[in-house]
C-alpha cells in the first residue's frame, strides 16, 4: 500500500474532504488546505515529508499555476498536480511547462487522481533518494561518511584523522581510482582549514607549460597574451588546502618553486620581481614510487622528504574485497535512483564475481561497472553475472587447481573458498563453519592457492 504525505489545496470542502478520505484509503496522510495562503504556509512546515502537492487551480486569493514556482521552492523534490473545473489545453501546457506532474480536469476522476498521485508519489520519492545519495557522495566529506569495514581502510583512515587536526604536509600515495582525492578532502574537513577553500589540481590535467602560470598566476604582460594580472590556484587556496594530484607530473623548475612554498610559505608569480606570501596546507598524491623518482633523478630529493613528513598509503580495492559488496549496494542503489528504477541487489554468483575481480581501476572502475550494470538491468530484478562485462569475466580470479575439477581436492577447495567469500575472509569463523582448526584452514587455504 502506497504511503507518505500529501497536501491537498481546494477551496470547495465538500470535495476536499471527499478527495482526502479517498487518498488516505490508499494509505496515504493527507494535509488539507483551503486557500494558497495557508497551503505555502503547510508546504513551508512540512516539505520534508510532502511527496505530491494537489492545489486546484481556481484558488480564492491565486492562480494555482501561478503559484508552482512557489510549490517548487519551498519543496524541490516533491510534485505538483493540478486540478480545474475547466481544462483548458493552453493552460494545461503552461502548467506543465512551469514544472506539474498533471493537470487534471475534475469530474468523476478519483480513480484517475490515484493512480496520477501514485506515479507523481513514485517520482518524488526517487528524487528525494537521488538527493539524499547526492549529498552523501558529494558532502563535506568526513573519515565516517568514507564507505568500507575492512582492516585495511581502517588503518588508513585512522592515520588521516590522526594528522587532519596538524597543518602538516601529507602525501597519499595509491592507484590511480583508489580514493585519494576522497582522503585529500577528508582532511581538509577534519581541520582547523575546513572553513576555508580546499582547491584540487590534477598536475597531469594540464600542458605542462600552462601548469606553472596556473598554479601560481601571472602579471599583466608576462608573456604573449597576459593582458591582465590573474591569480593563480595558490591564492585560490590561501588559508585553506591545496591538493595536488599526481605531483610525480611537475617539472623540475616547478617543483623548486613547491619547495620554497613548502619551506617559506611564498611564491613568485610569473613576471613579478617580488615574491607574494600565501597560508596553505599542502595535501599531495601520488601513484608513482616517489622514493625511487628521486633516486633515479626525475624527482628533486628534497621536495620529496617535505612531501613525505607524513604519508598514507590508500589502499587498493583488491586490498579490501571485503568493502566491496558495501560500495556496491551503495552504487546500485545510487544510479537505480536515478534511473527511477528499483533494483533490490544481487544474485549471489553475480555478487561472488564483483568480490573476485581484481579492479585494476579500483573503486572509479566498480562505480562504472555498477552504473552499466544498473542500465541494463530489469526493473525489480536481481542483478545478475551476465550484466557484468565480458572482459570482467576473464578478468575474475579462480581458484586454481591441478588435476580434475571433480576431484576430492577441487571440490574442497571450491567449498571453502565460497564459505570464505560467504564470512568475507573471517578466519575464525570460517574454521568454525567447516569445523576444523584454524591451523587447518591456514593450511588448506595455502595448499589451494586461495587468496585470503
Known sequence: MPTGTLL????????RQLLARVLELEGYTVVQAPDAYRGLELLQQHAEEVLVVISDVKLPDANGVDLLP???????????VLLTAFGTIPDGVRAMKQGAFDYLTKGDFEQQLVVVVERAAEKARLRRRVTELEKKVGQRHSFSSMIGESAALRKAQNLGEQVAPTDSTVLLEGPTGSGKELFAQAIHQASERRLKSFVAVNCSAFPKDLLESELFGYKKGAFTGALTDKKGLLEEANGGTLFLDEIGELEL?????FLRVLELQQFTKLGDTKPS?????????????????AAEGRFRPDLYYRLSVF?????PLKARPSDVPLLANFFLQYFAAKLGKRLPGFEPECLRLLQQYEWPGNVRELKNVLERAAILALPNELLTADLLPDEFHARA????????DDSLRAVEARHISRIMLDLQGNKPEVAKKLGIGLTTLYRKLQEYSIES
Do not use: H, Y
Open 253 to 257: 623548475n616547478v617543483q623548486a618553486k
Open 8 to 15: 491537498l489545496i481546494d477551496d470547495e470542502a465538500r470535495l
Open 277 to 293: 606570501s600565501v597560508n596553505v596546507r599542502l595535501v599531495a598524491a601520488t601513484n608513482r614510487n616517489l622514493k625511487q623518482e
Open 70 to 80: 512557489k510549490f517548487k521552492a519551498k519543496a524541490p523534490d516533491a510534485e505538483v
Open 311 to 315: 604519508t598514507i598509503d590508500v589502499p
Open 397 to 404: 580470479r579462480p581458484v586454481r587447481l591441478d588435476g580434475d
